[in-house]
């Protein structure tokens, strides 16, 4: 039996990488330019991040989880041209209809949905709710493209999709900025229309090529599938933005802290590229068997697991002097918490291996319950601590959030398909990290030290950790190079 080509999965896993974070890399780039004296301040940056919450659950909403509905359906239908033609022009009008149906319902309460914000601007959701809408809508059609060319391995098309919707969305954000509104407004506006030609694009791409169909068997199959796991995606859009709507009344603590988590969310979609490169692997080995294929699925883990961390160690120092050095309003305190909100992505990545045992034998059920535990923990968490702490109590709460899922998803997965993970180099070390670094937060803030010294330790401890667990493997890549 042909084991893991390791060459192979790390080509596909950089390929992924690189490309799926040049979407984030491009916003960041470009916040430099908008931000400013004269342009955008931390309370603008507070309003994009409640417009993102409102384009957030319209792709929700209209994406109904077809994402992972392609991932696990793909395999079902790869072999059936006719299959395969209704699966991808199934899953897109679908998308349509869905968005449509979510426009017509923002009209009718557009009033209700704009007074549950206390900022003025905010509260007039007519003027940026319906184009934050058709953004989410946009984007639901170009990550369901995205991951469809990456179960088919045809990397050059998911190379065109994502620089596609990189480009020609920071182009139009610019346009929208300096030629319509210095402010939100031409923020969202131009996020709307430059997403929109993208996912034309794939639209016209899509359907020409397996023609216009709703099969609705198939759609029933996949609903059936993606149901729990849209509720799963609400509450995991509550637990993404509780803690930004209970900070909206402190518009520039909210602006600071958008910028930290837009940082992350750049961490969060390279994250995806990592784990868009693991999954269609781990399912075929889950195919053949997970009994016999058993050491390979541990493996990708392990690798995962690593390279995550690997990158969340890389990154802390770069950004934060980002930050520091080309930012000029109160948005470059965002540096203070870049350790801390990164460091979350690692119970994430946790959670994400621990999932896709659940995901491939359709329990998916189970992640409803476990999100609707997580978020009321969440919560409760956000409307103690945020008015007496802030950012903090933000963070605490996401936090916990956090590893009561990863605690959850463990447990049932093994209940279901028991594997003997490494867990040292899977639950343990990557814990262990997490709370050196919170614990060198607090040291920071007791003693009223240099942000740039507990920094420099967070970044040591995540890198001794790897060198540790993963010495032989480095002195193994080591020797090859």
């Given at each position: ?35 400013g004296n004269s342009r955008l301040n931390a309370i603008d940056f507070a309003q994009i991040g409640m417009a993102e919450m409102v384009t957030s659950l319209a792709f ?242 392990n690798m995962l697991m690593a390279q995550s961390q690997a990158i969340v160690a890389l990154m802390i120092l770069p950004v934060m002097l980002y930050l520091t050095f ?83 998803a463990y447990y049932y997965a093994q209940r279901i398909a028991p594997i003997r993970w490494n867990l040292w180099k899977l639950m343990y070390s990557p814990l262990i ?49």
């Amino acid at each position: 039996m042909r084991s893991i080509n390791v060459k192979e999965y790390l080509k596909l896993s950089l390929i992924y990488t690189a490309v799926a974070a040049v979407p984030p890399v491009i916003q960041v780039l470009i916040q430099p330019v908008i931000e400013g004296n004269s342009r955008l301040n931390a309370i603008d940056f507070a309003q994009i991040g409640m417009a993102e919450m409102v384009t957030s659950l319209a792709f929700t909403i209209s994406l109904f989880a077809m994402g992972n509905a392609i991932s696990r359906f793909f395999y079902d239908v790869n072999d059936d041209k006719k299959g395969y033609n209704g699966l991808v022009s199934s899953v897109f009008s679908s998308i349509l209809l869905r968005g449509l149906f979510l426009l017509l319902l923002a009209f009718v309460f557009r009033n209700y949905i704009g007074s549950l914000f206390t900022q003025e601007r905010l509260r007039d959701f007519s003027t940026y709710g319906f184009a934050a809408i058709i953004t989410g809508i946009n984007r639901s059609i170009n990550i369901s493209a995205a991951t469809l060319y990456r179960n088919e391995k045809r990397v050059r098309a998911f190379i065109i999709v994502n620089l596609a919707t990189a480009l020609v969305r920071t182009g139009f954000q610019l346009i929208g900025l300096f030629y319509f509104d210095m402010s939100f407004l031409g923020y969202v506006y131009g996020s709307a229309v430059g997403s929109s030609f993208v996912s034309a694009g794939v639209l016209i791409y899509s359907y020409r090529q397996s023609g216009f169909r709703y099969d609705r068997s198939m759609v029933a199959s996949m609903n059936r599938f993606a149901w729990p796991l849209f509720q799963y995606g609400l509450l995991a859009w509550g637990l993404t933005f509780a803690d930004k709507y209970f900070l909206e009344r402190f518009p520039s603590d909210l602006g600071i802290y958008f910028t930290a988590v837009n940082f992350a969310m750049g961490m969060q979609i390279i994250m995806q590229g990592l784990q868009g490169a693991t999954q269609p692997e781990i399912f075929r080995f889950m195919k053949a068997g997970i009994n016999k294929r058993g050491d390979d699925i541990k493996s990708m883990s392990n690798m995962l697991m690593a390279q995550s961390q690997a990158i969340v160690a890389l990154m802390i120092l770069p950004v934060m002097l980002y930050l520091t050095f080309f930012y000029e309003t109160d948005v470059r305190y965002a540096s203070a918490f870049i350790a801390l909100i990164f460091i979350r992505y690692l119970p994430r990545t946790q959670y994400v291996i621990f999932s896709f045992v659940v995901y491939y034998e359709k329990k998916t059920k189970f992640f409803f319950y476990l999100n609707l535990v997580t978020l009321s923990v969440n919560v409760m968490l956000n409307f103690l601590l945020i008015p007496h702490l802030l950012i903090y109590g933000a963070v605490i709460s996401i936090m916990v959030s956090d590893i009561l899922q990863v605690m959850g998803a463990y447990y049932y997965a093994q209940r279901i398909a028991p594997i003997r993970w490494n867990l040292w180099k899977l639950m343990y070390s990557p814990l262990i990290c997490v709370i050196a670094v919170v614990l060198l937060e607090l040291v920071k803030e007791y003693f009223d030290l240099n942000l740039y010294i507990t920094a420099v330790a967070s970044v040591m401890v995540l890198l001794s950790s790897l060198v540790v667990l993963y010495r032989r493997e480095i002195v193994n890549l080591i020797r090859r190079i």
